[in-house]
């Protein structure tokens, strides 16, 4: 066990240094997600009500849309120099792989988060009437939601022409209950209407069940020949 | 077998032909919707017949991770394909239903967004199919259909709790239906699961066919090309 976790921070140690040098994802996610936080801003132009009521919606799309931009540079980085062949033959478990890809996404899509909620609220006045500490919950929830399933397509669709293109394609039809449970729960929140518990329960089963099945089926998907 | 298979066929088109006769003919006219209530037997039996098939695409798929069965990917490809058509009329023919009864064409209901989230599924299911010609195709659609079956039930919960939370008006068929309308019903029923797997069966079959064609051409460039009029001649061209 204790050589999973190993190899896990290792990759994960790998990952983020290489990031921490180029920082390609988080600029192309941060300057993505602005531009459709400027861009929704001009076409709806919400009063602060409006806005309570859609920007659950706004800001989840664009924090869809930016981390399609992350995941799809997630793997293409290994495949270059065969580095992903080289850890098809090594003696790594394949899981370990993939959850140091997801910790790094996860952590990735967190600092986006952290950058980008503020100018949400600055730029749609945004006040939460419900319990705010909630969203919290609901971020992580959400976002490992996105990562996991969306780390797993992105090496499904590894081995097809234009894959940049197949990845949303199959992500986001899996993905459509997790987004209505972000989106509901932080409408509901923001709105102070009810209780935002089944939503949260919601996204809790969704993350346990994919991340389950992405981890039993991840090593047949690497393995693939 | 071949011969078998016209005569399924040929039987297959009489029961058509006898249920359309009982659904447009026979069964009464509805009191309240009138003639637009006759789509309900082609909806509901197209409905069922395409739900069925992505269960069968289901048991493929994972028949194929197991087991590594090119016949089971060849039903996974047959059924998704049809599942999908099939899914496509109930999408069609619930909209030109429900526009002269509730009045609009569209609601966010249970049945109708699980249905639509379903397609989009499979839709998605077949463009990876498309988009991936190599080897590895199968174990990657597989995987995704896996994905895609454990995705469905979460689907409805979410939108069961959305619309008991903004409770709409009540879409339900209610009631029991008269027995000649039962019947017409049923004998739909059993018209489209049979047209269903017929024609499933015939695309499974020219799936595997297309197939050996395939391994056949592939082993004729490996050997040269003095064998090649005897092997490539079955299907010829069509095939590739």
Redesign the interface.
Known sequence: MSSFWSATIATLVKDIRLEWRSKDALNAMLFFSLLVVVIFSFSFNPSAEESRAIAGGLVWVAFLFATVVALNQTWAREIRNQVLDAYRVSPAPPNSLFLAKVLGNFIFVAILEAVMTPLFIVFYNLRALGPAWQLIPVAVLGTWALVV?GT?FAA??L????REI?LP??L???S???I??MV?ATRILLAGD?SAR?WIV?LL??DV??TT?SLA?FG??LH?? | MKRVFPILWALTALLLAYSTYQALVVAPTEQTMGDVQRIFYYHVPSAWTAFCLFFANLFASVAYLIWKNSKADALAVASAEVGVVFCTIVLITGPIWARPVWGIWWTWDIRLTTTLVLWLIYVSYLVLRRFSDTAQTPILAAVLAIFGALDVPLVYFSIWFFRTQHPQPVMGKGGSLAPPMLHAFLINLLAFSVFGVMVCWTRYRLEVLRREVEQAQAMDSLLGSETSEKVSLPLGRSAR
């Open positions: 399933n797993f499904l669709s081995r097809t022409r234009s197949m394609l199959l986001f039809p899996i459509i209950p997790a209505q449970g509901e009810g089944f919601l089963t969704y069940v994919f099945a089926l047949t998907v693939a020949e």
